[in-house]
């Protein structure tokens, strides 16, 4: 747009304005930042006096809080979580079907970018249930080393995005194992919601390996026999085996 600034309304107290700088500073090196709420060191109550005596007329007992709804769910930042201590009121009860069951209501103790530890309170119900039932398909479908590599670098990518560096070039590595991961994860999850609780019944899925065609836990197996598990036994422990026998003997 050939603009010569940018302005964000960022406090100066918390995550975004780094991410909105940092991006700015990669993207657009040239441009000025304009944070006037920030640079004036406002707080909520002298923006509250600000636009009183302005003339602007609202519920200003509701602005005490920050409330920021999305689709992925509502985060609510007030009295209560401004200490270490302290529940949500109830007057923010929402997401129609399971919001009355309680579910994926807490309050979420986090590290900030410019290192200081946050409580915000979150609803986030449907989120809770969708990554819940994703995960026990993941469980169902992809493999031991895929399972474990994903959630390694899940966290990573996760505290990544969250510190503002999704410009970085990794996380498009990341990105694609990800990818890559979920092609086979597809089928049908079924859950019961109780009050308070949910329960994952199970999943259906063509990708299903626990294939009964290749035999079931603590049941007999088909694709292998008692000889083959011995031999393998012996085999897969070998080196942990010559390391304890290495420890005998120079004990004595």
Known sequence: MGASAVAHGSTGAGNDQVRFDMVFHIMIPDVEIITPIRDLKLSREAEIEYLTERGVSMNFAKAAYSINKGLW????????????????????????????????????????????????????????????????????????????WKDQLSMFYGTWLHEGQIMDPVMRDIEALLTSSQKNVTGDVFIQLNPYR???????????????????????????????????????????????????????
């Open 73 to 148: 769910g509502t985060s609510v930042g007030g009295r209560e979580t401004l200490n270490s201590k302290g529940i949500l009121p109830e007057e923010y009860a929402l997401q129609a079907i399971a919001g009355p069951y309680g579910i994926g209501r807490d309050i979420h103790v986090g590290d900030t970018i410019i290192g200081i530890k946050g409580r915000v309170g979150f609803e986030a119900a449907a989120p809770i249930l969708i990554i819940k039932a994703h995960h026990a398909l993941e469980k169902h479908v992809l493999t031991k080393w895929q399972l474990s």
């Open 198 to 252: 949910y329960q994952m019944i199970g999943i259906q899925s063509d990708f299903d390996l626990m294939s009964k065609k290749f035999g079931s836990y603590g049941e007999m197996n088909t694709g292998w026999t008692g000889t083959d598990v011995r031999g393998f036994s012996k085999i897969f422990g070998n080196q942990t085996g010559i390391y304890h026998k290495i420890q005998e003997d120079n004990k004595n």
